[in-house]
Structures are given as C-alpha cells and as structure tokens.
C-alpha cells in the first residue's frame, strides 16, 4: 500500500534562512509522482513543485527546490530565504503514474516563520 | 477561466440531513476528485473519476456518493448527513495534457453537521 508521512507537526524558521520540510513515502509502483502543496491560512491548497521518479534532477521552482533520494524513498522540500508569507501548512503527497489515479497525501507540516 | 469552483462554501446540516457539494471546473480536466481535509489527518481521498461516466471509491468513501455526467461537473452527495461527517471538503481537478498530473483545488466546503 501507498503511504505518505510526514513527521514533522510544526516547524519554526527564521526569516531570510533555509528550511528544510521532511517527507518519506512507500509505494511499490515503478512509476510514481511526488507533489508538494502549500495551504496558507486562508484555506487554499497550492501547488508548488512536482519530481517525476524517473527524473534524474531534483526539481527546482524559485525558492522552493525538492531534495529527491529515490533509494531512500525521501522528497524533502526546501524551502530557501524564508519569508513571513511561507508560513502555512505544507503538504506531501504522491501519485502513482502506472496504475490507479489516486492521489495520497502525508498529514502536513505547519511551518512558521519567524521575523 | 475560473479554474474549480465549488458551492456552498459553508454549510450546517442536522443529523440525518442529505445535500449535495457542487463542485464544477472549466479547464476540460479529465480527473476530477473529492478529499476531506480533518485536523491532522490531512486530505484524504473519498471518490474519484477518470472521465464523464466514470467514478471509483477513495480510501473513505462510505457515506457519500458521486456521479460524472459531464466532464466539467463531479457533485458530491451526503445522503444521511453525521456528525463525523465535519469536514472541510475539497474538490480537485487534473489533465494528463500537464506531465504532472498537478491538481488544481478549489476553495472548499466547511461542513458542519450538528
């Protein structure tokens, strides 16, 4: 079975540094997609970046890049030069691209930046 | 356009209640899906569909139903409303024309079932 997970509730950054926001999965499709979602207090999911299984690069959109180690089964996402309006709840999630259509996601992470 | 809409975006029921959450998307999106979203539980997928005419079951699907007739519209049915039912609903939408497979949210349903 398909499992995401998140272990991190709550994370404080500061201002203007990295942070690191951590994301494991299992799955035993050979084809799969990982997604990151930011939803803001107002309630909005977000797309953010997306890593393909079989891309050899981790994806990078702006400030948010994806750290993927597929041997690992780990698709963290960092986030560089915080800003106050990073902080939200931020969600992993995955999709298998060679089977069913469902999406699965991890619990979240509510991230918090500190100024 | 104006990408996934859905309606109402709040909504108080009784118990035993039935209603419908709409939801509707612009875009010609083949994969439509409904999650609910409970506190530290994240979204969790109730039904789903691949195309008009065609719906499968999420991981929480007892207590709901769903239909496609249309591509554009995946209205999501509470038949017998219950408290456990409390839920921000989201309605999502996604295209195999992008390589991803990214969804598209609409704004959600805050349900509360009294």
């Known amino acids: 079975a398909q499992k995401i997970t998140q272990t991190q509730p709550g994370m404080f950054v500061q201002e203007k540094e990295a942070v690191t926001l951590d994301c494991t999965y299992d799955?035993?499709?050979?084809?799969?997609?990982l997604f990151w979602y930011k939803q803001p207090s107002s309630g909005e999911m977000i797309f953010l970046i997306y890593?393909?299984?079989?891309?050899?690069q981790n994806a990078t959109e702006g400030r948010y890049s994806l750290n993927f180690q597929k041997a690992r089964k780990s698709a963290n996402l960092v986030i560089s030069a915080s800003q106050l309006g990073d902080s939200a709840m931020y969600f992993c999630?995955?999709?298998?691209?060679?089977?069913?259509?469902?999406?699965?996601f991890g619990t979240g992470t509510r991230l918090k930046v500190l100024a | 356009n104006a990408g996934v809409t859905q309606t109402p975006k709040f909504q108080v029921l009784k118990t035993g209640q039935s209603m419908t959450l709409q939801c509707a998307q612009d875009?010609?999106?083949?994969?439509m899906s409904w999650y609910r979203q409970d506190p530290g539980m994240g979204l969790r997928l109730i039904h789903y569909?691949?195309?008009?005419?065609?719906?499968d079951q999420g991981e929480v699907p007892n207590g709901y139903n769903v239909s496609r007739s249309t591509t554009e519209d995946f209205p999501l049915r509470l038949l017998s409303a219950a408290p456990s039912q409390t839920s921000v609903y989201f309605c999502?939408?996604?295209?195999?024309?992008?390589?991803?497979?990214?969804?598209?949210f609409g704004p959600g349903t805050r349900l509360t079932v009294t």
């Open positions: 999630a995955m999709r298998s691209t060679s089977g069913t259509y469902k999406y699965i």
């Open positions: 890593q393909g299984s079989y891309d050899q």
């Open positions: 569909s691949v195309g008009a005419g065609i719906t």
């Open positions: 999502a939408s996604s295209s195999k024309r992008t390589f991803s497979y990214e969804q598209y």
């Open positions: 875009m010609n999106h083949e994969y």
């Open positions: 799955t035993s499709d050979p084809s799969y997609g």
